[in-house]
């Protein structure tokens, strides 16, 4: 029998104050714990997005961010987000850069999410375990599927978050597509 995963419990500070194993963070929306996203964007400016298979406990068989995962006890931010693309996608070499962090609530769960962005377009290969399909997703082809029930809630609030942020950050996303990203080995 596989051991379950912990999970640390942070405050709204992101502060770790306990942990507590996954299946208890989840349905409980007062264990505040962390996960990451990636956003990954092609060359032509178009997002992936992932669909989740139907036996998922959580929002099966909707289109949701790129990658996304829980932290386990004593991984940072980073570590994961490498982790989880692997995992996910297989995607190994790429440079995430750090966007934003908040918390999200919903009726069963609490997140303090860690979202990061990476530019990549080949070594796309999606995990059937974790993914029953996935694909580059023109921004026109999002906006107009806004509020259809075919996205994640989660991810429908990630895509207005990183809208805000590629607004209020125009030179750091625009650097995204130059060859040398050095700039966003900013870490959280």
């Not at 918390?103 to 377009?121: H, K, P």
């Amino acid at each position: 029998m596989e051991e379950e995963e912990i999970l640390d419990l942070v405050d709204e500070n992101d502060r770790v104050i306990g942990q507590a194993r996954r299946s208890l963070c989840h349905g409980n929306p007062d264990y505040l714990h962390r996960a990451v996203h990636l956003i990954v964007i092609n060359p032509e400016r178009e997002i992936y997005l992932q669909r989740r298979n139907p036996d998922k406990q959580v929002q099966p068989d909707k289109w949701d961010t790129s990658v996304g995962g829980h932290i386990p006890s004593g991984e940072d931010y980073v570590d994961a987000v490498f982790r989880e693309a692997d995992e996910e996608l297989g995607l190994r070499d790429f440079v995430p850069c750090f966007m934003y962090r908040y918390i999200m609530q919903n009726d069963f769960e609490s997140e303090y999410v860690g979202t990061f962005v990476c530019v990549c377009d080949s070594g796309l290969r999606p995990n059937p375990d974790e993914i029953c399909d996935g694909r580059f997703w023109k921004e026109s082809e999002i906006r107009k599927s806004l509020g259809t029930r075919i996205f994640t809630p989660n991810f429908e609030d990630e895509y207005n978050r990183f809208i805000l942020w590629r607004r209020n950050n125009p030179r750091r996303y625009r650097a995204l597509f130059s060859p040398d990203r050095t700039h966003c080995k900013e870490i959280v």
